[in-house]
C-alpha cells in the first residue's frame, strides 16, 4: 500500500489522471511449468478410466501456483511492450524513454496507470484489451476498498464506506461519538479484566480496524496497541477498541490529501515512547515519511526488546525508521527521478540523534544489537541526515502515544488528513 499512497502522490503533484483496469477471470492466463495433477471434477468422471487423474495444461483458481504464474504472463507481456518491473516493488512496472514517464501497478487482477503521456496510457489500454479479457472502468474512483477523488488542487484517498460499513456492522450505528480514539495516559493490561466469553468479534473488529489504517495514520498507534491482545482479549480491550470505532464514526469521511502544488520529496519523523507497554515495559517506535503533502508510509510497532533508557528507545526507532527510507529512496528513484542529496529524518531526542551523528562506542551503547547501528552507516555514506525537531511538531508523536484532543488534532493535519466536505469546498 505504501507503493500505491507515493504513485497516487506523484500522479496528483504531476497533474496526471489515473486510470483503472480490472482482469476477468486473471489466474486462467497464467501458465505452469511443473506437472501438477487433480482429481477428475464431480460430475465429470470419466467413465472409462473413472481411477485416473487429470493433468493440468493451465493454472486454475485455487491452486496455489496460480498467482504466480499469473504474475509471470502479465510481467511477461508488460516487458514486451518495454515496462520493466522495479527492483523496489515487484508489482511496479515503468517505462521511461526520453521524457515519456508511465507506471503500471498491478495488484493481482487490478491495475493502475498513470503517467504525463495520454497517448502512451490509452495505447497500452488498447493493448491489454487486445491480449486480455479486460473490464476498463476509466478514470480511478475506487481501488481495494479505497475511495479516490482527483480534483484542481489534488487528489484525496479515503476509506468513508468501509469506515461506515464496520461501524454499522459492530451496532454503533447510534451511539456517542469520541473526538480521540483513546483517552490520553489510558493503561491497559494483559490480565486486567474480565475474559470475553467470546473473542471473536473483538478480533474481527481489530482486523476491520486494521485495514482501515491504510488512510487513516490518526489511528494507528491505537489500533496496534489493542490488537496486542488478540490471544486472550478482556472487556477492557473490547472497551478501547470501540473507542475507536466511536472515533471513526465522528470521522468517516476523513482521508488523505495529496496537493499539487506541494513538492515530491522525502521527509521522515521519528519517536519513540519509553517502556509504554505495561506488561513487558518495552518501548513502542514510530516513523512517517511525508512524500508533498501527506504521509504515504507510517508505522507503530512495538520493540522487540527492552531499553534501559530514553537515548535507546529512541535510537532503535531512528534505526527502524532509517530502513524505510533507504527503500522509499529507491522507490522514489523508480517512479520519478533520482534522488539528489541525503533524505532528512528528523527526531526530538538530542541524546540519540548526537549518537547517531558520532559512531563511537561506550559503556551505555556496548548492549545494543548491531542491527540498531544500520542508521550510523547511512548516515556516514550521506544517504540520510538526521536533524532535531521540536516534540509538539514532531509528526510521528501520534504512533507512539495517545496524546489530548488539541495536540492530536493538530498533528493529525499536518499528516495530510483532511474531510471529504473540506476538500470539495476548497475546489
Known amino acids: 500500500m505504501t507503493s500505491v499512497r507515493m504513485v497516487i502522490a506523484l500522479a496528483a503533484c504531476q497533474g496526471w489522471r489515473m486510470w483503472q483496469l480490472d482482469v476477468k477471470n486473471a ?23 473413472p481411477d485416473y487423474v487429470c493433468k493440468l495444461r493451465k493454472a486454475l483458481y485455487g491452486l496455489k501456483q496460480a498467482p504466480r504464474a499469473w504474475y ?39 491495475m493502475i496507470i498513470t503517467g504525463n503521456s495520454e497517448e502512451e496510457v490509452a495505447r497500452l489500454r488498447a493493448e491489454l484489451a487486445i491480449r486480455f479479457e479486460m473490464k476498463d472502468l476509466g478514470e480511478l474512483h475506487h481501488f ?56 471473536l468479534v473483538f478480533r474481527a473488529l481489530i482486523g476491520s480496524l486494521i485495514y482501515l489504517t491504510i488512510t487513516r495514520p490518526d489511528i494507528a498507534y491505537v489500533v496496534g496497541r489493542v490488537s496486542r491482545f488478540m490471544t486472550e482479549p478482556r472487556k477492557s480491550h473490547l472497551v478501547a477498541a470501540k473507542n475507536i470505532l466511536k472515533y471513526v464514526k465522528a470521522t468517516s469521511d476523513m482521508g488523505l490529501l495529496y496537493r ?117 552507516e547511512k548516515v556516514l555514506e550521506g544517504s540520510l541526515v538526521v536533524g532535531h525537531v521540536r516534540s509538539e511538531d514532531n509528526l510521528a508523536d501520534i504512533f507512539t502515544k495517545s496524546l489530548s484532543k488539541g495536540p492530536f488534532q493538530r498533528l493529525r493535519g499536518l499528516l495530510g488528513l483532511i474531510t471529504t466536505s473540506h476538500f470539495k469546498g476548497e475546489c
Open 27 to 49: 489466474f486462467l492466463y497464467g501458465e505452469i511449468d511443473k506437472d501438477i495433477f487433480m482429481d477428475q471434477p464431480l460430475g465429470f468422471v470419466s467413465e472409462v478410466h
Open 72 to 110: 509471470g504472463k502479465i510481467a511477461e507481456y508488460l516487458q514486451f511492450y518495454g515496462y520493466l518491473a522495479s527492483n523496489s516493488d515487484s508489482s511496479l512496472f515503468i517505462k521511461k524513454k526520453g521524457e515519456l514517464s508511465v507506471l503500471v501497478l498491478l495488484y493481482v487482477d487490478d
Open 144 to 199: 481495494l476498498g479505497l475511495e479516490v477523488e482527483r480534483k484542481e488542487s489534488g487528489i484525496l484517498i479515503c476509506q468513508k464506506g468501509y469506515a461506515e460499513r464496520i461501524v454499522n456492522r459492530f451496532g454503533l450505528i447510534e451511539g456517542k461519538t469520541c473526538s480521540t480514539p483513546m483517552d490520553q495516559g489510558l493503561k491497559l493490561r494483559r490480565d486486567e479484566g474480565r475474559v470475553l466469553p467470546d473473542p
Open 260 to 376: 499539487r502544488d506541494a513538492s515530491f520529496s522525502l521527509l521522515g519523523y521519528t519517536d519513540a515512547d519509553y517502556g509504554g507497554d505495561s506488561d513487558d515495559r518495552r518501548s513502542t517506535s514510530g516513523y512517517v515519511f511525508t512524500c508533498g503533502s501527506a504521509g504515504i508510509s507510517w508505522c507503530s510497532k512495538k520493540q522487540d526488546s527492552v531499553s534501559v533508557s530514553t537515548t535507546e528507545a529512541e535510537y532503535k526507532a531512528s534505526a527502524l525508521a532509517a530502513r524505510e527510507a533507504i527503500w522509499l529512496r529507491r522507490l522514489v528513484d523508480d517512479v520519478h527521478e533520482e534522488v539528489q542529496g541525503p533524505t532528512l529524518l528528523r527526531g526530538d531526542n538530542e541524546s540519540a540523534l548526537k549518537l547517531v551523528n558520532n559512531p563511537v562506542c561506550h559503556a551505555r551503547t556496548k548492549h545494543i544489537e548491531i542491527d540498531h547501528h544500520f542508521i550510523r
